[in-house]
C-alpha cells in the first residue's frame, strides 16, 4: 500500500468520524438538519489524475438527484448521495472506449427531505452547469469522480475552473487553463 493510499485512507475514516458524530447529535430532531463533514483532501497530480481515470469527460449537468443508502463508510448507517445526470459533449481522455451519451456520476452529500449532507472538498455539480471531469467507472452505470474536488471543474466563458476550483486548477496544471489548453494537457490534440 503506498503512501497516498494510507491517507486517503485515513482521511476516509476521519470524515466517517464526522458524519457519524453529526448524525448520532442530530438522529431524533424533526427540524431542518445541514450536516457537514470536513475532510483531508490528499493533492494529487495530473498523472495520478488520469492513471486513476476510465474517462474525462465534458459535458453539461442535466438533473441531479439525492437520495439516502447504505454508507460507504460507515457500516450500519445511512448517508446522503446524489446521482448527476451529465450529458457528454466530448470524451477527452477515453482509453475503454466508452460511447455512452449520457452517464450518471455519484457524489456523497445531497438532500433529502428536511436533511441536507455537506462534505468539504467533495465535488458539487449545479444544474446546467457546463464542466469537465475526471470518472472512476464504480459499476456498469455509475461513475465517480476521482480525486473529489480535484477532479471536477466547471467551464466558465471558455476558462476551466470557476471560485475555489481555479486553485485546484493552478496547483494540478501549473497555470489557469482554456479549453483548449485544457485538452492539450490531457492529450487531445
Same mark, same amino acid.
Given at each position: 500500500m ?6 486517503? #485512507?485515513? #482521511? ?6 464526522? %458524519?457519524? &458524530?453529526?448524525?448520532?447529535a442530530?438522529?431524533?430532531?424533526p ?28 459535458? /453539461?449537468?442535466?438533473?441531479?438527484? /439525492?437520495?439516502? #443508502?447504505? /454508507?460507504?463508510?460507515?457500516?450500519g448507517?445511512? !448517508?446522503?448521495?446524489?446521482n ?8 477527452l481522455y477515453?482509453?475503454k ?9 455519484r ?14 472538498d ?6 446546467g ?7 472512476k ?6 461513475? &465517480?469522480?476521482?480525486?473529489? #474536488?480535484q ?11 470557476k471560485? /475555489? ?5 493552478r496547483? %494540478? ?6 479549453? !483548449? ?9
Amino acid at each position: 500500500m503506498n503512501k497516498r493510499t494510507i491517507l486517503m #485512507a485515513v #482521511a476516509i475514516v476521519i470524515v466517517a468520524g464526522g %458524519i457519524a &458524530t453529526i448524525f448520532t447529535a442530530t438522529k431524533n430532531k424533526p427540524t431542518k438538519i445541514t450536516i457537514q463533514s470536513d475532510a483531508l483532501l490528499v493533492k494529487v497530480t495530473k498523472e495520478e489524475l488520469l492513471k486513476e481515470s476510465d474517462v474525462v469527460v465534458m459535458g /453539461s449537468i442535466q438533473d441531479i438527484q /439525492s437520495f439516502k #443508502a447504505e /454508507s460507504e463508510i460507515r457500516p450500519g448507517k445511512e !448517508d446522503i448521495f446524489s446521482n448527476v445526470a451529465l450529458q457528454v459533449g466530448e470524451y477527452l481522455y477515453n482509453p475503454k472506449n466508452f460511447s455512452a451519451s449520457q452517464i450518471v456520476v455519484r457524489v456523497l452529500g445531497g438532500a433529502v427531505e428536511n436533511m441536507t449532507m455537506k462534505v468539504s472538498d467533495g465535488p458539487i455539480f449545479e444544474n446546467g452547469e457546463q464542466v469537465i471531469v475526471f470518472l472512476k467507472q464504480k459499476d456498469k452505470q455509475v461513475f &465517480t469522480v476521482v480525486g473529489w #474536488a480535484q477532479g471536477k471543474y466547471t467551464i466558465d466563458n471558455g476558462v476551466v475552473g470557476k471560485g /475555489s476550483e481555479k486553485t485546484f486548477v493552478r496547483d %494540478i496544471f501549473g497555470r489557469d487553463l482554456t479549453v !483548449d489548453d485544457f485538452k492539450k494537457e490531457v492529450g487531445v490534440k
